[in-house]
């Protein structure tokens, strides 16, 4: 499991039509914004390359500035079944 912090960043006012979008990803979940168009998001996914896939996707939404990960954690999936 790939667990990745990302930055979102939109124009101010299309700040809610672009976390609508984001919230319509699977995966993604939209933690906060602020008025300046910054939204804070995590994503999950299975492999490395589908979490690459989803920041490529979220840059490209309309309304979207830009989108950076800022942290990226790994966890194999036999790994979380004995958390459990």
């Known amino acids: 499991m790939n667990i990745s912090g990302v930055i979102v960043r939109a124009r101010p006012e299309n700040i809610d039509a672009v976390r609508l979008r984001l919230d319509a990803l699977d995966g993604v979940e939209v933690h ?5 168009g910054r939204l804070v998001v995590t994503v999950e996914e299975s492999s ?6 989803s920041v490529v996707k979220m840059h490209d939404l309309p309304g979207v ?5 800022i942290y990226h954690h ?3 999936d036999s790994d979380m079944q004995e958390a459990q």
């Open 32 to 36: 906060g914004s602020n008025p300046d």
């Open 48 to 53: 490395d390359r589908g979490m690459a896939d």
């Open 65 to 69: 500035v830009s989108a950076s990960m």
């Open 74 to 76: 790994y966890e194999k």
